[in-house]
């Protein structure tokens, strides 16, 4: 069982920055993809970006060139560091890890959410 806790979301200015974390539990953390999804009001959750193992990354179109995913296999901790953001990003950000599935929306374990508000 991997148990995940985001934190770093609040209240932030358009074109201002955030950096996201999750921290993972159990001993397995360096073995598994980790993503960021995210979910705004009234819409479907949508994938942000994915991480592998060994360190290879992937991004939605809508955050390529804004976003960096990492992470640090020995915190247990992967990172989202948004930059540039824009009302557009307003959503809560759902932490992510599993298998290669996950990069296609289907982790083995999901966070309880972080929200990011982004003001014009």
């Known amino acids: 069982q991997v148990q995940l806790v985001e934190s770093g979301g609040g209240l932030v200015q358009a074109g201002g920055s955030v950096r996201l974390s999750c921290a993972a539990s159990g001993r397995t953390f360096s073995t598994y993809y980790m993503a960021w999804f995210r979910q705004a009001p009234g819409k479907e959750r949508e994938y942000v970006a994915a991480i592998s193992w060994s360190g290879g990354t992937t991004y939605a179109d809508a955050v390529k060139g804004r976003f960096t995913i990492s992470r640090d296999n020995a915190k247990n901790t992967v990172y989202l560091q948004m930059n540039s953001l824009k009302p557009e990003d307003t959503a809560v950000y759902f932490c992510?890890?599993?298998?290669?599935?996950?990069?296609?929306?289907?982790?083995?374990?999901w966070g309880q959410g972080t929200q990011v508000t982004v003001s014009s």
């Open positions: 992510a890890a599993g298998g290669i599935a996950t990069t296609r929306g289907h982790p083995e374990y």
